[in-house]
């Protein structure tokens, strides 16, 4: 089963980050506080899918004054802030890879592929995990792979998921267990 993981915020952690915000809403200066807070890790998950350190540089610029822009529309709905940085950071890394169609990269942790093998059941993972990595790289369409990477990777609750893609939980959910299906029935 998925592990917890680093993305999964205490009730008072997102009352806490919710009272940043309210902060930065009414004085553009508290907004490094969210900056600094977040940077690094908005970072990461750019570089993470285009592998280059200038354009994730750029684009993580790009973000955060995307966010510090429209932080007026930015509303609570239950999950951590990064969650809207990283839908923001979604739409940066689509927008780099319609400017450059090669510009995409996978990092794939072999530990992840365990999970997912574990998760469509196969039992013979050893056999499967070579197969499972082409199949991820080259098969998956690119929204199919974000929620691959973000729910075996980078083990995100599907709720977060769900905020981040702008659909419903239940949606991620299903969306995530057709792509296994997709998976399991290519390796049969």
């Known amino acids: 089963m998925i592990e917890a ?3 999964h915020v205490s009730q008072t952690g997102l009352a806490q980050e919710h009272s940043l915000v309210e902060a930065a809403k009414k004085n553009p200066k508290d907004f490094a506080i969210l900056y600094d807070k977040y940077y690094e890790s908005i970072f990461r998950y750019i570089y993470q899918r285009v592998d280059d350190k200038e354009v994730a540089f750029d684009s993580t610029q790009q973000v955060f004054l995307k966010a510090m822009n429209n932080l007026h529309k930015y ?19 689509n927008d780099v890879f319609r400017q450059n169609k090669h510009a995409r990269t996978v990092n794939i942790d072999s530990m992840a592929v365990y999970t997912i093998i574990e998760e469509i059941q ?4 050893e056999k499967y995990h070579d197969k499972i990595v082409g199949i991820i790289s080259e098969e ?11 729910r075996f990777f980078e083990k995100r609750p599907f709720k ?10 239940n949606a991620a959910k299903v969306r995530t267990y057709r792509i296994l299906e997709k998976l399991k029935k290519v390796l049969k």
């Open 5 to 7: 993981s680093k993305y």
């Open 75 to 93: 509303e609570y709905r239950g999950v951590p802030f990064a969650s809207w940085l990283y839908r923001i950071a979604y739409s940066e890394v």
């Open 122 to 125: 196969e039992s013979k993972i």
């Open 140 to 150: 998956l369409e690119e929204d199919e792979l974000q929620l691959i990477e973000m």
């Open 160 to 169: 977060e998921i769900a905020d981040i893609l702008e659909i419903t939980e």
